[in-house]
C-alpha cells in the first residue's frame, strides 16, 4: 500500500518561508517521479514543482524561484522549500508520485491528503 503524508504546513506572513515534508511509504521513492501540487479553494490543481530520480527538476512558472524541490532517497522524503511567499501560495498543497517529469495530473498515480499553506498579507 503506497502511502503519501504531508506535513509543514501552517499560517505564515507575506514574504515568509515554509518547508514541506512528503514522507512515503510502501514503496521506494527513488522507482517514482515525486511533485507537489496545490488546489486553491474554487481553483484547479495546479503544478508546483517535480523530480526524477536524478534530481532533474520542474516547476511550475509562478515559482520564479522562490521555491525548491529535492528529495532524500535513503529517507524516502520528499521537501518542498518555499521562500518569499505571497497571498496567492495559500492552498492545500498536495505530495504526488508518479510516471514523469511532467507537471500534468495524468501522469501521477499516488496522492497524499494535503497540506495547508495559508500565506496572510
Known amino acids: 500500500q503506497v502511502q503519501l503524508v504531508e506535513s509543514g504546513g501552517g499560517s505564515v506572513q507575506s514574504g515568509g518561508s515554509l518547508r514541506l515534508s512528503c514522507a512515503a511509504s510502501?514503496?521506494?521513492?527513488?522507482?517514482?517521479?515525486m511533485g507537489w501540487f496545490r488546489q486553491a479553494p474554487g481553483k484547479e490543481r495546479e503544478g508546483v514543482a517535480a523530480i526524477d530520480s536524478d534530481a532533474d527538476r520542474i516547476y511550475g512558472t509562478f515559482v520564479k524561484g522562490r521555491f525548491t524541490i529535492s528529495r532524500d532517497n535513503t529517507k524516502n522524503t520528499l521537501y518542498l522549500q518555499m521562500n518569499s511567499l505571497k497571498p496567492e501560495d495559500t492552498a492545500m498543497y498536495f505530495c504526488a508520485a508518479g510516471r514523469a517529469l511532467l507537471l500534468h495530473q495524468g501522469y501521477w498515480d499516488y496522492w497524499g491528503q494535503g497540506t495547508q499553506v495559508t500565506v496572510s498579507s
Open positions: 510502501g514503496y521506494s521513492t527513488i522507482n517514482y517521479y
